[in-house]
């Protein structure tokens, strides 16, 4: 299909060449400036973690196929985007990510096994948002572009923007497909971050992917112009290098942080993975596609890298790799031992206090399981008065 | 001599939905199918497996992650003639279309005085039970029901699942035909010459003495599996299959009931404000001095669809649940 959205015509920003090389090139200084202070150690921090998220990804995706989880949605191909990117966060900043940010929440340091009880069943929340500044998974596709407009105009309210305080000021990203940009959220979203100039960065993996869509089903302009058009500061990088994605956000951050508004950043990736352990990418997509990108490969560049610059050795490559084994029979230990949940968990979190239906609802199912008579017709047959006080009666637990 | 006629065929609902586009896209070439994945990919459920590479690009359609996009183009594509099927992934992606189904679908024809109708037929998956979550497992299908300007349709059967959508490709006003996604694997026999058929009516699926099952799409079966289980104890149980939710065939449910006495509307949707709400009153405003008995429902637990499987099995009507409210509603009011 002609389309004008391809990797060859587009300005990308890379500072790590697919073979594992500095791009060194005229244009790019400012960008090069962000990266040249990294410390080897802050290099190999990334690498650790985008490595670890790449096994997590692929226990997760086992214990799905071994029937322990009810779905996983994988994130290979995708750690430099979302490593990289959450590199440039401060403490403070919010994430609101959606369903696939495993690599963001790997390196918020939500604990693995938390984020599998998502995928397990056992709890929908899985984590606190609030002790780790990010939100739990979005699985509604673009909704998360506006619950982050809204949370960054709550920033602003609180006078957290520009202060110059660095300890202080706040920004807000929120991770999402191209897919998704489809979606009335995102347009709307990014309507509402720009007229307000709201603290939040619009960070799009465009992973070529939406299920069995290309993207070229979503857009015939490269995606990032999408955030030009709502006079959003915008730019493509090359999702796969763990450097021009954290120094592209660290650029957009501090545009945030002092108060210059959000910014859209097109992190240019591949979904090496299926969209789900539900799809099955043979039936869409071809060998060939999926070979060029896997040359790309986020990690390998990354470690290419290092080993060039004598930042890591044998010695450290032998550490990650019984480290990824431990968080292996860790994740497989644990998630194994996550108890359902009991079959009256459904009924405490559909409000915050007591309420009569779901009293009513519960009291039934609970005689019902416990093997005791039940009301079909839901104490209808009683005198309206006594309905009323049987309702009373069970929100006290009795019955 | 003739040739003796062919014998029904085993399938499935996902099949027998996949004939009635195949069979509606060769009657018709003004028709056409849109939505997500429905094409390369055979649709997320698999239902239009095959159809793009039979009817090619232009009238199997994969559009961008939009619904109120292709829901809202559906509606232009009818205003201007063509009979658009779109396809909806789930019933709770619908809500992203809700604007352009209620506002813009159902309320043309009165908004331009008559002028515009919109022959626009939307398809969509509906109800629990595959772990899918709170967010694609509702059955809002009631919801539905309230509006007035559509139909809503909702197959049981094979027969339904295949011919329902011919019929509502013919009816000038939209039709909305939701899809049990448990069903779509179920297997059953169908005639090989099975087509059209009417949506008016609803239909006795089992024909009973004691009580009347009322119940639509994706609890049907569950309901004639709890009939099989009330048989045993000498209970006999009507099945009432309601199969066009908006308009309500209210002449059938009243004479089933008036018949038996007794009233059991099943429906996984979740119970207050809902279509079994519906049915429930159409019977006490038509058939009250018929009945024998309070009208019982057996519905859906008032719970966000539960993912882990327990959970999510226990949150909806099962056969022994039908059976239990029914041998009470019997034994009780005897």
Not at chain 1, 254 to 269: H, K, N, Y
Not at chain 2, 147 to 162: C, F, K, S
Not at chain 2, 275 to 297: C, Q, T
Request: with cysteine.
């Amino acid at each position: 299909m002609n389309s004008d959205i391809g990797e060859d015509k587009v300005p990308l920003l890379q500072l790590l060449t697919p073979e594992g090389a500095r791009v060194t090139g005229r244009g790019n200084s400012a960008y090069r400036k962000r990266i040249a202070g990294l410390k080897p150690e802050q290099l190999r921090g990334m690498y650790r973690d985008m490595v670890l998220t790449r096994r997590f990804d692929d226990e997760a995706t086992s214990l799905q196929r071994q029937g322990e989880l009810g779905l996983y949605a994988p994130s290979r191909g995708q750690e430099a985007a979302q490593v990289g990117n959450a590199y440039a966060l401060a403490p403070q900043d919010f994430v609101f990510p959606s369903y696939r940010e495993h690599g963001v929440l790997q390196v918020r340091g939500v604990d693995p096994v938390d984020r599998l009880e998502f995928y397990r069943g056992t709890d929908h929340g899985g984590w606190n948002p609030l002790e780790y500044n990010a939100q739990v998974y979005t699985v509604v596709i673009g909704s998360q572009a506006l619950h982050a407009a809204g949370y960054a105009m709550g920033v602003q309210r609180d006078g957290l923007v520009g202060t110059g305080d660095p300890a202080k000021d706040t920004a807000v990203v929120t991770y999402f497909g191209d897919g998704a940009t489809s979606q009335g959220d995102v347009n709307e979203g990014l309507v509402f971050a720009a007229v307000n100039q709201a603290p939040v960065v619009f960070f799009c993996q465009n992973n070529q992917w939406a299920i069995s869509e290309p993207t070229t089903r979503q857009t015939r302009t490269p995606l990032y112009k999408r955030g030009e058009g709502f006079g959003i500061p915008s730019l493509r990088v090359d999702g796969n290098d763990v450097l021009a994605c954290y120094a592209a956000t660290q650029e957009a951050l501090e545009r945030a942080r002092s108060g210059g508004g959000p910014t859209f950043i097109e992190a240019f990736t591949y979904r090496m993975g299926a969209h789900t352990t539900s799809d099955d990418p043979t039936r869409y997509r071809t060998t060939e596609q999926e070979e060029i990108w896997r040359k790309r490969d986020p990690i390998d560049r990354l470690r290419i890298l290092l080993e060039n610059e004598g930042a890591i050795d044998g010695d450290f490559e032998a550490e990650l790799r019984a480290e990824a084994d431990a968080l292996g029979e860790r994740l497989r230990e644990r998630t194994r031992k996550l108890e359902p949940a009991t079959k009256t968990q459904m009924f405490e979190t559909v409000y915050a206090t007591e309420h009569s239906i779901v009293s009513e609802d519960r009291a039934w199912f609970e005689a019902y399981e416990a093997g005791e008579p039940t009301d079909a017709t839901y104490a209808t047959s009683a005198p309206a008065g006594a309905a009323s006080q049987t309702a009373v009666a069970q929100q006290g637990g009795t019955r | 001599m003739t040739a003796p006629a062919p014998g029904p065929t085993t399938t499935t609902f996902r099949q027998a939905y996949r004939e009635a586009l195949r069979d509606a896209l060769r009657r018709d070439e003004l028709a056409f199918l849109m939505g997500e994945d429905v094409g390369m990919y055979g649709g997320c459920f698999g239902v239009s497996t095959g159809l793009l590479e039979e009817f090619g690009p232009e009238r199997v359609r994969d559009t961008p992650l939009s619904e109120a996009g292709f829901v809202g183009a559906g509606i232009g594509a009818a205003l201007n003639g063509m009979h658009p099927i779109v396809e909806v992934m789930t019933v709770n992606f619908s809500l992203l279309a809700l604007d352009q189904i209620m506002n813009n679908a159902a309320s043309m024809l009165h908004m331009s005085g008559g002028q515009f109708n919109v022959p626009l037929v939307i398809r969509m998956t509906t109800g629990a039970g595959r772990q899918l979550a709170a967010q694609h497992s509702h059955s809002l299908e009631g919801w539905f029901g309230h509006i007035p300007g559509i139909r809503v349709l909702a197959p049981g059967t094979l027969e339904d699942a295949r011919g329902m959508l011919w019929t509502a490709l013919q009816d000038p006003d939209p039709v909305l035909i939701f899809e049990n996604g448990r069903l779509y694997g179920t297997e059953g026999e169908l005639a090989p010459d099975a087509g059209p058929v009417e949506i008016d009516h609803a239909a006795v699926r089992r024909a009973g003495t004691d009580l009347t099952l009322i119940t639509y799409g994706g609890s049907l079966p569950r309901a004639l599996e709890a009939a099989e289980l009330l048989l045993a104890d000498g209970i006999s149980a009507e099945v009432v299959d309601l199969r066009t939710l908006r308009p309500l065939d209210t002449t059938t449910i009243l004479a089933s009931v008036s018949r038996t006495h007794r009233a059991v509307v099943v429906d996984e949707a979740w119970r207050t404000g809902s279509l079994s709400a519906e049915v429930s009153a159409r019977i006490m405003e038509g058939a009250f001095y018929e009945l024998d008995a309070p009208v019982a429902r057996v519905c859906g637990a008032e719970v966000p669809i539960p993912y882990a499987q327990h959970l999510e099995q226990a949150a909806l009507p099962q056969p022994e649940d039908i059976a239990l409210a029914a041998r009470e509603l019997v034994q009780d009011h005897g």
